[in-house]
């Protein structure tokens, strides 16, 4: 487990693929490891890298990228407490996201691949009236204190609170210090953190189907619906939900909870709206291409905090374009990053998908103008992810940016960005030569392997980048970016453009992993 969530479970699935941590898993093979790493000394706390996703609608989520020491410590607790940790997060009778190891997926702990719309059908069998419930902030408000109340129960964690024959006050401790001692909230992006909600809400699932009337469920992380024969039984599980997070100081979000008598839609109705008008491959007409473009911008309008745009063009996965019908195509893909900047990864992989398969060639003047844009409308706002993947996405298709969009990236106080756009431009062809950011040197401090932007002062101590600058800092001499670096570890694939080969991952079609 401990290779595993290393390699495959430490760097949020939502950053581009030239990010990853696989030579972070091979120090399971090294020689004795410092001090800091080691379960039994005590963890020195250390800032976590930020960065800003683009979600539906205009919102935005935070990713959170803990320190590596930190991180490795952490999921030696999930090593050594591998089989309670995912016995206590695998008991629900409702969730679709129990945690599971399996060494075939691209994470280290995978969930079930199911239909959303499917499995909802099948609970509301019998059913009058369905509870939908969410969670508000859920990541961002579970209290680590209540990690060992949920594995232990609150009554035992209470009365051993420093017990730490306990996995759950491990869990707690190595929570906390990554993070800088923060009890409140844990990070969004790895997979340790989808165990530890699991954990939790496992715990309230099963004291509900004890408590409650309940005729069946689903729950999706903090996402759930349950069905009920009447409505008393219904109003009764709501109040019991909400008593039951109240213990571990969660709440559910207002806007997203309401008790609905039946019959209601079980899928959005824009999926089954643009389902059918899905063109065919090798379809050359024109018209059906527009025509499913035309419907899908209209539903995008009506609604705006579904992600429709993101379900259109994902949808196009297996249809192949014809040649005829491909300018006109990119056109209305390259339209859709404008609307819902989180199209940028799904239109890119598309183009090249059509690049690739049938022979189709880019035009890279259309994609040089909308993902300049992007950047032009991003990056004086800080947002991060839309700015990652235009660089990303430029360094596939080979695309310089434009000198203006260099100097607002250059001004962006994101860690990913500084990392990723660094080294774009010590492999030429994006960037001008000599682009450099004066904010993202004055991070270079002491202590910076420690602080927020720990993966670019690190990769900076790696790869020689600011030499001049690293080298005045004290990073040469910690003892933990010493090591890794002695190992060869690195969190990025510099090879990862050139080689790119698209990959989707798709759960009910209307939602996106990683979206």
């Not at 479970?9 to 898993?25: A, D, K, M, T």
């Not at 129990?98 to 997926?105: A, E, G, Q, V």
């Not at 401790?173 to 844990?186: D, F, N, R, S, V």
């Not at 969009?405 to 001004?411: F, K, P, W």
Request: hydrophobic share 45%; glycine share 6%.
């Amino acid at each position: 487990m401990l290779r595993q969530l290393l390699q495959k479970g430490f760097l949020p699935r939502e950053l581009p693929p030239v990010f990853n941590s696989v030579s972070f898993g091979n120090l399971i093979f090294a020689g004795t490891l410092p001090a800091a790493f080691i379960q039994g000394n005590r963890p020195e706390w250390s800032q976590p890298m930020h960065h800003n996703l683009s979600r539906v609608g205009g919102l935005r989520r935070r990713l959170t990228i803990p320190n590596p020491v930190n991180f490795y410590r952490l999921c030696e607790v999930f090593d050594a407490n591998e089989a309670s940790i995912l016995s206590a997060s695998s008991g629900s009778p409702y969730s679709h996201t129990t945690p599971r190891l399996n060494p075939m997926s691209s994470r280290a702990i995978a969930t079930q691949s199911v239909d959303r719309a499917v499995v909802r059908a099948h609970s509301r069998v019998g059913a009058r009236y369905v509870l939908k419930a969410d969670i508000a902030q859920f990541y961002p408000s579970i209290y680590t204190h209540a990690v060992p109340w949920a594995a232990h129960t609150k009554t035992v964690a209470k009365q051993r609170m420093k017990d730490l024959n306990l996995y759950g006050n491990l869990l707690d401790k190595e929570l906390q210090a990554c993070q800088h001692g923060q009890t409140k909230g844990i990070a969004i992006g790895p997979d340790t953190s989808l165990a530890i909600a699991e954990l939790l809400l496992t715990s309230v699932d099963i004291s509900l189907s004890q408590q409650c009337n309940i005729l069946g469920g689903v729950r999706f992380i903090d996402d759930m619906e349950l069905s009920f024969t009447s409505l008393s039984n219904a109003e009764s599980a709501l109040i019991a939900l909400e008593a039951r997070l109240y213990e571990y100081e969660l709440q559910l979000n207002s806007n997203k909870t309401a008790i609905e008598e039946l019959p209601s839609e079980i899928e959005s109705i824009f999926v089954t709206q643009l389902r059918a008008f899905i063109p065919a491959t090798q379809e050359g007409s024109p018209a059906s291409w527009i025509d499913y473009f035309n419907r899908a911008f209209m539903l995008a309008k009506s609604n705006s905090s579904e992600g429709v745009l993101r379900y259109t063009v994902a949808s196009l996965q297996r249809v192949e374009v014809t040649v005829v019908a491909w300018p006109m195509v990119q056109s209305l893909l390259w339209q859709c990053i404008a609307l819902d900047p989180g199209c940028l990864r799904l239109v890119l992989d598309i183009v090249v998908l059509n690049s690739h398969r049938s022979n189709l060639t880019i035009d890279n003047d259309m994609a040089s103008l909308a993902i300049n844009s992007l950047v032009e409308a991003s990056a004086p706002v800080g947002h991060g992810s839309e700015v990652l993947w235009s660089i990303w996405a430029a360094m596939v298709l080979e695309i310089p940016l434009h000198g203006h969009s260099q100097t607002l990236i250059a001004g962006m106080e994101d860690g990913c960005v500084a990392t990723l756009a660094t080294l774009a431009a010590h492999a030429g062809g994006v960037f001008d030569a000599g682009f450099s950011s004066a904010l993202w040197e004055s991070w270079l401090v002491d202590e910076c392997f420690k602080q927020e932007h720990w993966m670019f002062a690190y990769e900076c101590y790696n790869r020689g980048w600011y030499a001049v600058k690293i080298g005045s800092t004290d990073i040469g001499t910690n003892a933990a970016a010493m090591y890794l670096k002695s190992y060869g570890v690195t969190f990025l694939d510099p090879t990862a453009a050139s080689d790119y080969v698209p990959a989707f991952e798709i759960d009910d079609g209307t939602t996106f992993t990683g979206y």
